[in-house]
C-alpha cells in the first residue's frame, strides 16, 4: 500500500471538506452573453497558455457579483466578502466545461453600460437561432467595470471565435456573428469533460523554479477544486496561485539536507471527490527549469501509483 491507504483517504478526503463548495449543481441558469477575442499573454484567469487549453471553445467568468458596484476588490475574494464571490468562484470552476444554448436576440442596445438596464428601447424576441448549444471550457475570468461583469451573475463572455459554431440539428448555425449576436440571452450549466479519455496533464509556469514550483493541471474530467502535494513524510494542501484556477504551489517530497526536484501530488475535482480514487502522479522538475522555467508552460511527464 502506498504510504498507507488510510492516510491517504482520510487526509484528502480532509482537503476535499475544507474547499469552497462552489455552484456544482448541474442546474441551468440564464443570463446574457458577450465575447472577447482571446486569452491575454502568458496565461488567462485560471492560467494555462491558450494554447495549452483543451478546447479554443472557452468562455470567462464572473469574478464578482456586485449590482450597482463597479469598483476593485481583493483577488482572491477574502471569505470575509463571500457575498460578492461571482460564478468564477475564486478560479475553482476553472477547467470545467459548460454547455451552453442560444437564447433571444435584443433588438434594442444591450451595450452593457454601468447603471443602465440590459437591452434598452428595445425587445428580447425568439429566432432561428434560439436552442443551439455548443459545450465550453471555462479558462478565463471576467472582472471588467460593466454591467456584464458586475450586474448578471449569469453573464457568459464567450469565445468569439466560437460563435458561429453553436449548432442546432447537429448544424452549425454559421452565422450567429456578427449580424444576429447583439449580445444574446443565453442559458447555461456544468456538464462533464466531453468524451474523456486519458488523464491529466502537468506542467510548470513561467519563472517555476527549485524554490518557487508551481504547476498548471489541465484535461481535466470535472475541473479542480484542489492538489495536494507529498512532501517530508506527509500530504499537504497546496495553495492555488491568486485565483487562477488550475495553478498550484507546490513542494518537493524533500527538502532536507537541500531542496529536491522530485514531486508527488493528487487532486480533487470540482465534485470535491478525490480524481481516479486518490490516483498520486510523481514527476520532476526539467532541468531547463533549474533558474526558472522560460516559457509561459513546460510539460512534464509523470507515472501514477
Same mark, same amino acid.
Request: aromatic share 10%; glycine share 10%.
Given at each position: /500500500?502506498?504510504?498507507?491507504?488510510?492516510?491517504?483517504?482520510?487526509?484528502?478526503?480532509?482537503?476535499?471538506?475544507?474547499?469552497?463548495?462552489?455552484?456544482?449543481?448541474?442546474?441551468?441558469?440564464?443570463? &446574457?452573453?458577450?465575447?472577447?477575442?482571446?486569452?491575454?499573454?502568458?496565461?488567462?484567469?485560471?492560467?494555462?497558455?491558450?494554447?495549452?487549453?483543451?478546447?479554443? &471553445?472557452? +468562455?470567462?467568468?464572473?469574478?464578482? $457579483?456586485?449590482?450597482?458596484?463597479?469598483?476593485?476588490?481583493?483577488? %482572491?475574494? %477574502?471569505?470575509? /466578502?463571500?457575498?460578492?464571490?461571482?460564478?468564477?468562484?475564486?478560479?475553482?470552476?476553472?477547467?470545467?466545461?459548460?454547455?451552453?444554448?442560444?437564447?433571444?436576440?435584443? *433588438?434594442?442596445? &444591450?451595450?452593457?453600460?454601468?447603471?443602465? %438596464?440590459?437591452?434598452? &428601447?428595445?425587445?428580447?424576441?425568439?429566432?432561428?437561432?434560439?436552442?443551439? @448549444?455548443?459545450? /465550453? +471550457?471555462?479558462?478565463?475570468?471576467?472582472?471588467?467595470?460593466?454591467?456584464?461583469?458586475?450586474?448578471?451573475? $449569469?453573464? +457568459?463572455?464567450?469565445?468569439?471565435?466560437? +460563435? $458561429?459554431?453553436?449548432?442546432?440539428?447537429?448544424?452549425?448555425?454559421?452565422?450567429?456573428?456578427?449580424?444576429?449576436?447583439?449580445?444574446?440571452?443565453?442559458?447555461?450549466?456544468?456538464?462533464?469533460?466531453?468524451?474523456?479519455?486519458?488523464?491529466?496533464?502537468?506542467?510548470?509556469?513561467?519563472?517555476?523554479?527549485?524554490?518557487?514550483?508551481?504547476?498548471?493541471?489541465?484535461?481535466?474530467? $470535472?475541473?479542480?477544486?484542489?492538489?495536494? #502535494? #507529498?512532501?517530508?513524510?506527509?500530504?499537504?494542501?497546496?495553495?492555488?496561485?491568486?485565483?487562477?484556477?488550475?495553478?498550484?504551489?507546490?513542494?518537493?517530497?524533500? *527538502?532536507?539536507?537541500?531542496?529536491?526536484?522530485?514531486?508527488?501530488?493528487?487532486?480533487?475535482?470540482?465534485?470535491?471527490?478525490?480524481?481516479?480514487?486518490?490516483?498520486?502522479?510523481?514527476?520532476?522538475?526539467?532541468?531547463?527549469?533549474?533558474?526558472?522555467?522560460?516559457?509561459?508552460? @513546460?510539460?512534464?511527464?509523470?507515472? @501514477?501509483?
Amino acid at each position: /500500500m502506498h504510504k498507507g491507504v488510510v492516510s491517504r483517504l482520510t487526509s484528502i478526503a480532509a482537503l476535499a471538506a475544507g474547499l469552497l463548495a462552489g455552484p456544482a449543481s448541474a442546474a441551468s441558469v440564464t443570463g &446574457n452573453a458577450t465575447y472577447f477575442a482571446g486569452l491575454g499573454s502568458p496565461y488567462g484567469g485560471c492560467g494555462l497558455p491558450q494554447s495549452e487549453l483543451d478546447s479554443q &471553445n472557452f +468562455l470567462a467568468l464572473n469574478v464578482f $457579483n456586485t449590482p450597482g458596484d463597479y469598483g476593485w476588490h481583493q483577488r %482572491p475574494i %477574502p471569505a470575509s /466578502m463571500s457575498n460578492i464571490i461571482g460564478s468564477f468562484d475564486n478560479g475553482h470552476n476553472c477547467g470545467r466545461y459548460v454547455q451552453v444554448t442560444i437564447g433571444d436576440y435584443c *433588438t434594442g442596445t &444591450n451595450d452593457g453600460a454601468p447603471g443602465q %438596464p440590459f437591452c434598452r &428601447n428595445g425587445s428580447w424576441v425568439s429566432d432561428k437561432y434560439d436552442g443551439a @448549444t455548443l459545450t /465550453m +471550457l471555462v479558462a478565463d475570468s471576467c472582472a471588467d467595470s460593466n454591467a456584464w461583469c458586475r450586474d448578471d451573475p $449569469n453573464h +457568459l463572455d464567450l469565445a468569439q471565435n466560437s +460563435l $458561429n459554431l453553436f449548432a442546432k440539428g447537429g448544424q452549425p448555425v454559421g452565422d450567429l456573428y456578427p449580424n444576429h449576436w447583439n449580445n444574446r440571452h443565453i442559458s447555461w450549466q456544468f456538464v462533464p469533460a466531453p468524451s474523456y479519455a486519458g488523464d491529466i496533464r502537468v506542467g510548470f509556469i513561467q519563472s517555476a523554479q527549485p524554490y518557487w514550483p508551481v504547476i498548471a493541471i489541465s484535461h481535466l474530467p $470535472n475541473g479542480i477544486h484542489g492538489v495536494q #502535494y #507529498y512532501s517530508n513524510g506527509a500530504w499537504h494542501a497546496a495553495t492555488m496561485d491568486s485565483d487562477m484556477g488550475q495553478d498550484y504551489q507546490i513542494a518537493p517530497t524533500t *527538502t532536507s539536507p537541500s531542496q529536491g526536484t522530485q514531486y508527488e501530488i493528487r487532486v480533487v475535482d470540482a465534485s470535491d471527490a478525490p480524481l481516479a480514487d486518490g490516483r498520486t502522479y510523481q514527476f520532476s522538475l526539467p532541468s531547463s527549469c533549474a533558474n526558472g522555467c522560460g516559457p509561459a508552460y @513546460t510539460a512534464v511527464t509523470y507515472t @501514477t501509483s
